[in-house]
C-alpha cells in the first residue's frame, strides 16, 4: 500500500503565501514523477503543478511566477510554494504521484485526500 498524506491547507488573505506538503509512504519502490492538483467548486480537477524524476517542472499558466514546486527525494515529499494567492486560487488540493510499488511491482498513480485552500479577506 501507498499513502500520499497533503498538509499546509487554510485561510489566506489575498497577496498571501502558504506552503502545501505531501509526503508519500508505504511499499514504495521508485517515484517517477510528483505533483499536485486543484478542484474548485463545480468545476473539474485541474493540474497545478508537477515534477517528475528528472527535475522538469511543470506549472499551469494560472500559477506561473507565483508557485513553486520542489522535491525532498530522502523524505518522498513535494512542497507547493504558492504566493500572491489570489481569490481564484482558492480550491481543495490534490497531492498525486506516480509511484512503483514494492508490494506488487506496479506502477500507478496515487492521490492524497486533498487539503483547503481558501484565499479571502
Known amino acids: 500500500q501507498v499513502q500520499l498524506v497533503e498538509s499546509g491547507g487554510g485561510l489566506v488573505q489575498p497577496g498571501g503565501s502558504l506552503r502545501l506538503s505531501c509526503a508519500a509512504s508505504g511499499s514504495i519502490r521508485s517515484i517517477y514523477a510528483m505533483g499536485w492538483y486543484r478542484q474548485a467548486p463545480g468545476q473539474q480537477r485541474e493540474l497545478v503543478a508537477s515534477l517528475n524524476s528528472g527535475g522538469i517542472t511543470n506549472y499551469a499558466d494560472s500559477v506561473k511566477g507565483r508557485s513553486i514546486i520542489s522535491r525532498d527525494r530522502a523524505k518522498n515529499t513535494v512542497y507547493l510554494q504558492m504566493n500572491k494567492l489570489k481569490p481564484e486560487d482558492t480550491a481543495v488540493y490534490y497531492c498525486?504521484?506516480?509511484?512503483?510499488?514494492?508490494?506488487?511491482?506496479?506502477?500507478?498513480?496515487?492521490w492524497g485526500q486533498g487539503t483547503q485552500v481558501t484565499v479571502s479577506t
Open positions: 498525486n504521484a506516480d509511484i512503483n510499488s514494492s508490494s506488487n511491482g506496479r506502477r500507478s498513480e496515487y
